[in-house]
């Protein structure tokens, strides 16, 4: 626990608008970046950002301080996701149109390599997009990213493990990644044949 956050709640509480403006400052472009990767559209980002800031502030009296604030204000954020996405699957979808997409070729190889990558991503299933985003893109050490799903550290490796070969897998099949690569990758503790 830092004594900053413990310290920063504790002026939220009483109502300082500078230490609200603070952790909202703080905290906002990871819990929208989450919200974007997981939900694909950034006006419903923007929306559930709005909402997870909100419920943490309805929330922070129960925020328990021996526990690291960023985890709990993401848990709130992938919670608030898988929310919307199960409200949005029962709302009829009129036309995606929304959906920020690149119109034209790839200027080169990676740019669409780097499309196959955010395609596959986005058909994985929410417990591994989420763990993806959150170890590659944002950083978070595998201990923060168990408190925010609140699962087990082997629970949040192995979804990280498998969405990595999901994603691989795509790439394979759409032509993006040499078969003979597979021969490549082993376990831990396992050896690579010699050919």
Known sequence: MSADDASLVKRCLRGDTEAIRQLVSRFQSDVYGLCVRLLHNRHDAE????EVFLRIFRSL????????????????AVNRCRTWLAQRSRRPELVDYLQDTVAGQPADD?????????????????????VFVMFHEQGQPYEE???????PVGTIKTWLHRARLE??????????VPEEGASTLTRPGEEREQS
Request: glycine fraction near 6%; hydrophobic fraction near 45%; avoid cysteine.
């Open 110 to 130: 990676s740019t669409e390599l780097l499309r196959e990558i955010h395609a596959a991503l986005a058909d994985l299933r929410l417990e591994y997009r989420t």
């Open 61 to 76: 009296s129960g925020w328990d301080s021996s526990r690291l604030l960023k985890p709990w204000i993401m848990g709130i």
């Open 47 to 50: 929306d559930v950002t709005q």
């Open 167 to 176: 994603i691989l897998e795509r790439l394979r099949r759409r032509g993006m």
């Open 145 to 151: 990213i168990a408190q925010a799903m609140d699962r």
